[in-house]
């Protein structure tokens, strides 16, 4: 199959959070099985430090927006990983030479329903003008979420395009493309189409929720969250929608790239281990400690946290549970950015305690690896989590995850009971409630555990054995697009690629 992915994020070329892992990764799984894949993103200023070398392609494509046209000069990039697999980059410096994706200090850019309509009717008319012909068309998150919609409106009859299956990833509902009427003019759309059962929601416009309509199927990224976002608690207020469409939705998990995060030869480390040699980890414990000026206290564990600093991750439950943590007498460490309020908070913690806890205001991939490999409990109290990476880079590294047991949390880590115990299955640690108690009850059999070393090596060695390739995830993408795929060959009046 000709697959064309569409997205905002891809890694190494741009990086916000999970979506980017996830891009940089699965076009490569699908190419491994036999496909052929490309990927229109946005050339943004950190495409130029990627390390891919981009060329310029000399085409400039003008895309219509609010009736008048834009340019979108496009260059390449081959997709690491792939053999013949091209990452076509959507040049409009206004739009995207910018110090971030999205915003900048917490605050989204205004012209953000501009700079996502223009990129998705980009990725129609490149794909248009280069003459890809794809069978299969896989858009995520509401900053693509227009591409079904134009698939199936405008471009309906194109003969390079229409007739392309449709498939529409949400790998987080909190995050919807929701903006004010007046910004209808800019999307090209007939205003029949601002209805309540298309792209109206509550007197706005919602990107996400037109995607949700008009894509022939719809994924989200592990089986839990699939069946919560039809629920109020977790539906964002578009689990009406998604009941509608339940029958076309379904969770396929997420894999890591496995050539990235491999603690055997992951070159931020300083010392390499992977099951059978766990001697490597204790020296990146010790080094980790000195990193962070922590006492080296081989009698106690290191406990650490990687993420958004959002209520999504639960860092208010962390922040509820810390006087309860800290008298665990565990070394902490959290590294992550988000609201100010809870950076704030933390920072307080982290000075209060000074031998005790760190708290890194920061993204730092480098050191996201080292606080992955170092430590031996890492911490996930989400409150919602769509899929979730972070619990399987540790699983990976050997640190036993003590998760809330939510989305894809609840699909990836085995939570320690006596039977998983007894059996060897155990790779983690659950609570059931979103409230401190329950995490700090969860927290404590993790410490009780890690104090029996044949247990706990029990545990990091089931983690380690965890197979969270991409190749299963990527099977199950090639099942459902083989339901969707417009049938093989280049239609009639369309260019070859
Ligand atoms: P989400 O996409 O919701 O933020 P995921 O667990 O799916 O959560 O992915 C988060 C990704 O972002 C992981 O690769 C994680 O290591 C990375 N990350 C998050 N915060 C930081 C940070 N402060 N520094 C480095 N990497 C980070
Ligand atoms: C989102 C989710 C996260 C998921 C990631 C990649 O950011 O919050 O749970 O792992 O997307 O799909």
């Known amino acids: 199959m000709r697959i064309l992915y569409a997205c905002s994020e891809a890694v190494p070329f741009a990086k916000t959070g999970g979506l980017g892992d996830v891009m940089g990764a699965l076009p490569a799984a699908l190419e491994a099985a036999g496909h052929e894949v490309s990927l229109v993103l946005p050339l943004y200023r950190s495409a130029w430090g990627s390390g891919v070398a981009l060329a310029p392609t000399g085409l400039r494509v003008a895309v219509p927006v609010g009736g008048r046209s834009m340019e979108a000069e496009v260059w390449r990039a081959a997709i690491p990983g792939t053999r013949s ?294 911490l996930m109290p989400s409150r919602f989590e769509p899929c979730g990476l972070n619990q399987l880079y540790s699983m990976r590294y050997g640190t036993v995850p003590v998760v809330h047991a939510t989305g894809g949390l609840r699909d990836t880590v085995v939570p320690a009971t006596p039977d998983t115990l007894r059996a060897g299955t155990a790779t983690g640690f659950a609570f059931e409630e979103p409230r401190a108690e329950a995490f700090l009850e969860a927290l404590g059999q993790a410490l009780a555990a890690w104090s029996d070393r044949r247990l706990w090596r029990r545990l990091v060695r089931a983690g380690m054995d965890r197979d969270s390739s991409w190749r299963q995830s990527a099977a199950a993408y090639q099942a459902l697009y083989g339901q969707v795929s417009r049938p093989n060959g280049h239609p009639p009046g369309a260019p070859g690629p």
Do not use: M
Not at 178 to 186: A, I, N, P
Not at 268 to 294: I, Q, S, V, Y
Not at 317 to 322: A, D, W
């Open 85 to 378: 697999g091209t990452c076509w980059l959507v040049r409009n410096d206004a739009l995207y030479d910018r110090e971030g994706l999205y915003g900048e200090e917490g605050g989204d850019y205004a012209d953000n329903c501009l700079r996502f309509v223009f990129l998705s009717r980009a990725v129609l008319e490149v794909a248009r003008a280069l003459g890809l012909a794809p069978q299969v068309v896989h858009a995520h998150d509401w900053q693509t979420a227009l591409v079904p919609v134009y698939l199936k409106t405008i471009y309906r009859d194109d003969p390079g395009l229409g007739g392309a299956g449709t498939v529409l990833t949400i790998h987080n509902l909190a995050f919807q493309g929701v903006f004010w009427h007046l910004d209808w003019g800019l999307l090209g759309l007939d205003w029949s189409h601002y209805n309540w059962q298309e792209l109206e929601f509550y007197q706005r416009i919602c990107l996400l929720k037109g995607g949700i309509v008009h894509a022939d199927r719809i994924t989200t990224v592990s089986p839990s969250y699939a069946r919560e976002i039809l629920t109020p608690r977790f539906g964002f207020s578009l689990d009406g929608v998604l009941r509608d469409r339940a029958h076309l939705l379904s969770g396929i998990l997420n894999g890591i790239d496995d050539a990235t995060w491999d603690p055997s030869r992951d070159p931020h480390l300083a010392a390499r281990f992977d099951r059978d040699r766990l001697d490597g980890k204790a020296r990146c414990r010790e080094a980790l400690r000195r990193e962070l000026d922590l006492p080296s206290r081989p009698d106690i564990p290191l406990l650490s946290l990687v993420g958004r600093l959002t209520d999504q991750k639960g860092i208010d439950l962390l922040l509820e549970g810390f006087d309860g943590l800290v008298q665990t007498g565990a070394q902490v460490v959290v590294l992550g950015t988000g609201y100010p309020e809870f950076e704030r908070a933390l920072a307080e913690r982290a000075e209060r305690h000074p031998r005790q806890v760190r708290v890194l205001l920061g993204f730092d991939e480098p050191r996201a690896h080292r606080i992955e490999a170092g430590s031996d409990i890492f």
